[in-house]
């Protein structure tokens, strides 16, 4: 039979344990919603960019040749060639003010535009290019990454 104070001791030294293992847990489970955090800010950040983009073409699809901003490509080059013009004008503010309600700074952003095959006319492509630094949320030393997105529409009339 064991006495009272062998039985204390025992219980006594079991006392941190779950302690412990509270605090491991705990330090997985933050990282791990952070590191979701910080996923779905990413895709967030992406689909902005992406329906920013999307939105410049239809503004320069829906206004044609009266559209600003947009510069000829070089039509003996590829097909789709990497538009390096910045964009400027009317097709610039509205990009950014599209940007600029996902409370994104616009600042940083970089915006191009251009025909891809050189000319401003019903059936000729409109080509827009967002590109922008994200910069991590929390930090903790992950990278900043630069994500870009494209979208392309021909012009109606």
Known sequence: MMSQAG????????????????ALTITVLVFLL?????????VYTYSVLADAAKEGVRYAIVH???VSGLTSGDAS????????????????????????ASLHSTSSMNIYACYPDGSNKPGSVV?????????P?????????????NSAGRIMF
Do not use: D, I
């Open 7 to 22: 039985n204390r001791s025992r219980h006594k030294s079991q006392c941190g344990q779950a302690a412990v293992e509270f």
């Open 34 to 42: 952070v590191g979701m955090l910080e996923l779905t800010m990413f």
């Open 64 to 66: 044609g040749a009266s």
């Open 77 to 100: 080059s590829t097909p789709w060639p990497a538009c390096t013009t910045a964009a400027t004008g009317s097709l610039l503010s509205t990009v950014q003010t599209y940007a600029a």
């Open 127 to 135: 080509q827009v290019s967002v590109n922008y630094l994200y910069q």
């Open 137 to 149: 949320l929390f930090g903790l030393g992950w990278p900043k990454v630069n994500v870009s997105a």
